[in-house]
């Protein structure tokens, strides 16, 4: 069975970081793509960041390029997000999702970790 | 805004059918497979189309998906009450090197 959870997440104030974790079992996770989307309370789901299965090609939506890092760790079938910088806006729930078809689809989801960006 | 468009709610009574539409551009929808999402309340998103059509294992043939040019539809028959949810379509754009999604729609199953 596929299963993908996250943790890592919190209360912060703005400015400050965190770093998500999302760890994967019962799949090969090294031969998979990795994504982030968020949700912010009451609203849709917002893609985040992408990586492929070797960590070789990265993408990131415009609202957290330059302050998160995505990364993974195969043999410890982990993927990360390192959140700098962080801003109110920033709050929301955080899905970590095995993708298909670079970007298309997204077929497992984590049932996410809450990050509260408030002072 | 979201770069797809979905219409915010939709409703029908049990038993009915009801289509929710997914508007893109020829830099997401009109290049690339659509997937489509059901996300039931306090829950998580649950891959229900990928590849504009196809249902992953365990998914009912009552949820079904067409792509024509730059918009996406998914088709739901015999509602129930239990297909309350909001559903998300979603893609790649290959001019932003991104995923993105619909703004969602709200299901209400009368």
């Known amino acids: 069975e596929v299963q993908l959870v996250e943790s890592g997440g919190g209360l912060v104030q703005p400015g400050g970081s965190l770093r998500l974790s999302c760890v994967a079992s019962?799949?090969?996770?090294?031969?998979?793509?990795m994504n982030w989307v968020r949700q912010a309370p009451g609203k849709g789901l917002e893609w985040v960041s992408y990586?492929?299965?070797?960590?070789?090609?990265?993408f990131y939506a415009d609202s957290v390029k330059g302050r998160f890092t995505i990364s993974r760790d195969n043999p410890e079938k982990s993927v990360y997000l390192q959140m700098n910088s962080l801003r109110a806006e920033d709050t929301a729930v955080y899905f970590c999702?095995?993708?298909?078809?670079?970007?298309?689809?997204?077929?497992?989801w984590g049932q996410g970790t809450l990050v509260t960006v408030s002072s | 805004q979201s770069v797809l468009t979905q219409p915010p709610s939709v409703s029908a009574a049990p038993g009915q059918k009801v289509t929710i539409s997914c508007s893109g551009s020829s830099s997401n929808i009109g290049n690339n497979f659509v997937s489509w999402y059901q996300q039931l309340p306090g829950t998580a998103p649950k891959l229900l189309i990928y590849d504009n059509n196809k249902r992953p294992s365990g998914i009912p043939d009552r949820f079904s998906g067409f792509k024509s040019g730059t918009s996406a539809t998914l088709g739901i028959t015999g509602l129930q009450t239990g297909d309350e949810a909001d559903y998300y379509c979603g893609t790649r754009d290959s001019s932003l090197s991104a995923g993105v999604f619909g703004g969602g729609t709200k299901l209400t199953v009368l």
């Open positions: 990586i492929s299965s070797g960590g070789n090609t990265i």
């Open positions: 999702a095995r993708g298909t078809d670079i970007l298309a689809t997204m077929d497992y």
């Open positions: 019962g799949f090969t996770f090294s031969t998979y793509e």
